[in-house]
Nanobody, 126 residues
């Protein structure tokens, strides 16, 4: 599985951005795709995840209501992260990741993902 993240940029506080993660290679109904982020000097943290069937969604508690993960219903090979009401503390490099074997126990953990894309920088100015 190969992942390509895009859509990052510079935005003012209160603005919105939509990140895209293009997924290629062999996928299964058990595949899960997640978004993580890493701010300078901090650990990489979970943001959101979706199962390939789109039947299950997961969010970091602190981001619920502002971030929305979805999968392209037409192409089905792109996962989006809609980010609204952005704050300066959302500034980070955002990564998408995938794994063939979805697990509720590890879906919010970095160890739950075998495949990682390159990051895309999101900068929110105050």
């Amino acid at each position: 599985v190969q992942l390509q993240a895009s859509g990052g940029g510079l935005v003012q506080a209160g603005g919105s951005l939509r990140l895209s993660c293009a997924v290629s290679g062999r996928t299964f109904s058990s595949t899960a795709v997640g978004w993580f982020r890493q701010a300078p000097g901090k650990e990489r943290e979970f943001v959101a995840a979706i199962t390939w069937s789109s039947s299950m969604l997961y969010y970091a508690d602190s981001l619920k209501g502002r971030f929305t993960i979805s999968r392209d219903n037409a192409a089905k090979n792109t996962v989006y992260l809609q980010m609204d009401s952005l704050k300066p503390e959302d500034t980070a490099v955002y990564y998408c990741a995938a794994d063939d074997a979805f697990s509720r126990q590890t879906v919010t953990s970095r160890r739950g993902y075998a495949y990682w894309g390159q990051g895309t920088q999101v900068t929110v100015s105050s």
